[in-house]
């Protein structure tokens, strides 16, 4: 490097006061971030955002690719169709039950696993590497896996739940209306636990060490050292964790669609599956979005909730 | 607990048995899908439900791999896959970098619509974007898929960028800025090097996320020639619903190159989301 254009280089920019200087810092603050940013932000208005509007909008309107003709704004009509379609108010009643037991299993072995691997045992780190595994199996293979192991004829499953006196014969519990959630409700245990783990994992190794060892001097047992220290320090994390969470299994499709497309008679639809299946089977695009919007004012309501209750419970 | 110092043998048993129950739990389905996929069809119906075949074969994977679309299939998921990974890892550097780095106007409002977009159903905007590609003329094309899967992972893959670009101190873009580069000059010689973990991290990220993806593809491409691999191998499955061997065998090879990227970033990722998680 020349020595003098340096020089002149650092001069103008640290003198202050200086026109040049200030517009270089109006440069740096106004400017320069969005030369960083624009790229992102283009794409996200274009491809996300401007189709959410445009979905939104498309819930007053009648859009259905079979019929081009029948196409137009029709206010709240698909709102009052919502509010007595039978199938709505069953995959709302499926979407909870598909959320809460996904999210209480995922969880609950989620934290098992995180406390195993915060200890110390001879070949740990092949043994997270496997045990995170499922994570990257692609869903849909996931779901085809799930199903096939269902599956009496090539699965092992239908056999040992008969043998141990659940089922009363091996048949495949994916075509029971009964029991047919269960399907995808393990596959997606089986795929979510590495998450739960992973982020407990990290929120475990912040607790300071030095906690356990005053506890264990001063004779706690190991239940005691769980519920006092181990619990609180995680509240927080599980608490962010849960509540993103529980949005995203909500919106979780993809397992569903392929393990049982919303069947046997509707018992597996979720608002999600329900929303593609209109949009994709039927293409009847103004009543997918209409699902859409009220599966979104759900969550919204949802997410509020769960804020306020954090913020009472953070006051006491 | 590691701090317990005599510890009780029951305890002991009962660790090394959750140990082995979470190792079953997850490795058994995919045990089971190289154990069919290994399995000749002729065993198939008489010991579909043994844990162990008697004899194994590769012919499944070889019929899958030279008589069917399967190596058409993955090669436009590579495709997708890894334009995806390449331009969302791109954009998302810059604007990690621009969070990490800048205070400015609109800060707060673009990183909580970039929240938002990780909370809605992006299911909700499937018949607009539809729309928007059909009249673009775009259905059936490989673009669409890579342009509306890099918009979808920017978010996340900025947040995960921020907290690699946050982890690099400040001083050194300063020294080189000092030193006669321009910030820009600076991103690419001094932090890019720094930060290579972190890139890694995002690329595989994105890559297995549009590797598997399967609801907008099946929307946006139904020509068999330009299915990606899940959409592919949907098709194949509904079509040839008894041909076990070939389906399990082709789910393996799908689940080769997600594999393959998760073992050399699975360190990483953890990294990364531990020392976010941390700070945070």
């Known amino acids: ?316 | 607990m590691s701090a317990v110092k005599n510890p009780n043998p029951a305890l002991i048993v009962g660790k090394y048995a959750a140990l082995a129950f979470y190792l079953i739990f997850a490795l058994f389905p995919l045990y089971w899908l190289l154990k069919i996929g290994l399995t000749p069809d002729a065993l198939i119906y008489s010991e579909g439900t043994r844990l162990f075949p008697s004899e194994i074969t590769f012919s499944n994977f070889t019929t899958v791999i030279f008589q069917t679309d399967f190596v058409a299939y993955f090669r436009n998921s590579l495709v997708v896959s890894l334009g995806a990974a390449f331009f969302t890892t791109l954009f998302a550097a810059g604007a990690g970098y621009a969070f990490s780095r800048f205070v400015f106007a609109g800060k707060r409002i673009i990183i909580a619509l970039m929240l938002v977009t990780q909370m809605f159903p992006l299911l909700m905007i499937i018949a607009p974007i539809y729309k928007i590609v059909a009249e673009l003329g775009l259905l059936n094309s490989l673009t669409s898929l890579i342009v509306v899967y890099t918009a979808f992972n920017i978010p996340f893959a900025t947040f995960l960028m921020q907290s690699f670009f946050d982890g690099i101190p400040k001083d050194l873009e300063d020294a080189a800025m000092m030193d006669g580069c321009s910030r820009f000059q600076a991103l690419c010689k001094v932090v890019f090097p720094l930060t290579l973990p972190g890139l890694g991290a995002t690329l595989g990220f994105v890559f297995t996320a549009a590797w598997s993806e399967l609801l907008f593809a099946l929307m946006l491409i139904s020509k068999n020639d330009a299915m990606t691999f899940p959409v592919g191998l949907l098709t194949f499955v509904s079509k040839f619903s008894v041909d076990w061997g070939q389906m399990m065998a082709a789910g393996v090879l799908a689940l080769i190159p997600s594999c393959l990227f998760f073992i050399f970033i699975q360190r990483y990722l953890v990294q990364g989301l531990t020392s976010g998680a941390v700070k945070g």
């Open chain 1, 1 to 316: 490097m020349e020595g003098k254009p340096v020089i002149d280089r650092a001069q103008k920019t640290v003198r202050p006061g200086e026109t040049r200087a200030r517009r270089s810092l109006y440069l740096q603050y106004m400017v320069e971030p969005f030369f960083y940013l624009s790229p992102a932000i283009l794409l996200i208005g274009a491809v996300i955002m401007i189709p959410l509007i445009i979905g939104i909008s498309y819930s007053f309107q009648s859009i259905e690719l079979l019929k081009p003709f029948a196409s137009g704004w029709i206010g709240f009509e698909n709102y009052v169709d919502l509010w007595s379609d039978r199938k709505f108010w069953i995959a709302m009643e499926n979407t909870l039950f598909w959320t809460f037991w996904s999210i209480t299993f995922q969880f609950l072995l989620g934290l098992g696993l995180a406390m195993l691997l915060n200890t110390q045992f001879f070949g740990k780190k092949l043994f997270q590497a496997l045990v995170f595994l499922p994570w990257a199996v692609p869903t849909f293979l996931s779901a085809l896996t799930w199903a096939w192991l269902f599956n009496p004829v090539i699965g092992p499953l239908p056999h040992w739940l008969a043998a141990l006196g659940i089922l009363s014969e091996p048949y495949n519990i994916l075509g029971d209306p009964e029991l047919a959630m269960w399907g995808p409700i393990t596959a997606n245990i089986w795929f979510g636990v590495p998450f739960f783990a992973i982020t407990l994992l990290a929120a475990l190794q912040s607790i300071p060490g030095e906690l356990y060892e005053a506890a264990e001097v001063d004779g706690a047992t190991p239940w005691q050292t769980f519920t006092k220290i181990t619990l609180p320090f995680l509240a927080p994390m599980i608490a962010i964790t849960v509540m993103l969470r529980t949005i995203w299994i909500a919106n979780f499709a993809d397992l569903i669609f392929v393990m049982t497309g919303g069947g046997p008679a509707n018992s597996t639809q979720i608002l999600s599956t329900y929303i593609f299946t209109t949009a994709f089977r039927k293409l009847d695009f103004g009543y997918a979005s209409t699902i859409a919007v009220a599966l979104l004012v759900i969550l919204l309501i949802y997410a509020v909730i769960l804020l306020w209750l954090r913020k009472k419970l953070v006051k006491i």
